[in-house]
């Protein structure tokens, strides 16, 4: 009986540590093909390093590139009306200001396939914890497509956040968690007391058996006495009487308003003159399941001046780097999530550099575990298997060339 007793404490330790992680990785519950086939994020930099501690109030920034692959799931709405925002679990952050491309996301825009678009987020310490923190865009109809993320504890007493905000007349909130609660509290008051009145007003006779009993028999003199009709339409009157003091109260106290605004801004993509330099096909893409490996055939065409070399290759926020390319290296931004970069890296069958006009035939292998801790190798389940991926390309002098790969992908059970 004992050891059923340490095999149940064990059993239910494990849940509770697996649902902790689970809750802290809610892109994990994403479909496959939203994460491969929607958003490609790219020099995400946070100015927290991960791991790192804020105190309630400080800030944070969240800056990168974030690329609408151009074989845009058919299963959603195509990308017409976004919102830039970010994820966490819950409003344990606020949001200060956001920009796409600089311009200010207070309202929702239009984005194009195929495009690159430059993004900054800051976000202000809110709820202490440790929290996930991504940088997400709201697509309509299709929900929030999340960025890669980093892990920030948030320190001190909650009772201490601040936010003030100067309004365009001029006028100082001192702080916007705070501001007009008092108001709020008596108006609910208010409304509780008349609602609570004319609840009274009809239970205070019988109800319910009784009353159905009078409808049934039409007796709308006893349902309905002359006392009803007038507490009524003093009540209405009333009522109205009070909508349109405290109308006009709030408009003296705020003379000028102004509503939410339900427009879209226009935001241009982010010119990028290396774009079609480098090509990329594919031919076929294999998910060998006991070995975690995504394999490629593709064909790469160098149409740059230079000859290049391939650095990277990502998908879902996965990468996969070419270690032995310094440049591809390089460009791994010290405290980026480790778990989103693969041990093994990325193994090309040819490694020689392609040069300016050719185009070559190889093979790549993405191999990590992360295909099945990131719940990616469900994809093999979806009615349309095909993934969509960056690859990262670099010449002699650092020089990076960005390419889409995309198509379908079968399952493999056997090593070849």
Do not use: C
């Amino acid at each position: 009986m004992k050891h059923l007793y340490v095999i149940k404490a064990v059993m239910m330790l494990v849940l509770l540590t697996l649902a902790g992680h689970a809750l802290a990785h809610g892109e994990r519950n994403q479909e496959p093909f939203l994460r491969m086939k929607t958003l490609h994020w790219y020099d995400i930099k946070w100015s927290v390093a991960n791991e790192g501690t804020l105190q309630v109030n400080d800030e944070m920034t969240m800056t990168g590139r974030v690329h609408f692959l151009t074989s845009w799931p058919e299963q959603i709405n195509k990308p017409d009306t976004v919102f830039l925002a970010n994820a966490t679990p819950g409003p344990v952050f606020t949001r200060l200001g956001s920009w796409l491309n600089g311009v200010p996301m207070i309202q929702s825009t239009g984005t194009e396939l195929g495009r690159v678009y430059d993004f900054k987020v800051i976000l202000k310490a809110r709820i202490p914890g440790r929290h996930h923190v991504h940088p997400m865009f709201n697509v309509e109809s299709a929900g929030g497509l999340v960025g890669p993320g980093i892990w920030i504890t948030i320190a001190g007493d909650a009772n201490d956040f601040v936010q003030g905000v100067e309004t365009r007349t001029g006028l100082v909130i001192e702080n916007l968690e705070t501001y007009g609660v008092e108001n709020v509290v008596k108006w609910h008051a208010f409304w509780a007391v008349v609602a609570l009145f004319w609840l009274g007003w009809w239970i205070r006779r019988p109800l319910l058996v009784q009353r159905f009993l009078l409808v049934k028999d039409k007796q709308w003199s006893v349902l309905f006495t002359k006392a009803d009709y007038l507490v009524t339409a003093l009540l209405i009157v009333f009522i109205i009487t009070v909508l349109i003091v405290g109308n006009k109260m709030t408009k003296a106290e705020f003379p000028r308003t102004v509503p939410l605004q339900g427009g879209k801004v226009a935001v241009d993509f982010v010119p990028n003159p290396e774009e079609g330099q480098v090509s990329v096909e594919n031919h076929t893409a294999e998910y060998y399941l006991p070995g975690r490996t995504i394999t490629v055939d593709l064909t790469i065409t160098n149409n740059a001046d230079k000859p290049i070399q391939v650095g990277e290759f990502m998908s879902a926020n996965l990468r996969f780097i070419n270690r032995d390319l310094p440049a591809a290296v390089a460009g791994v931004a010290e405290g980026y999530p480790p778990e989103l970069v693969a041990n093994k890296g990325l193994v090309i069958s040819d490694t020689s550099p392609i040069l300016p006009g050719e185009s070559r035939r190889m093979q790549i292998e993405a191999t990590d575990v992360a295909w099945e801790t990131e719940r990616l190798s469900s994809l093999l389940n979806d009615p349309d298997s095909s993934y969509g991926a960056l690859m990262f390309f670099f010449d002699a002098d650092g020089q990076r060339y960005i390419s889409e790969l995309q198509g379908q992908i079968l399952p493999t059970f056997f090593d070849k």
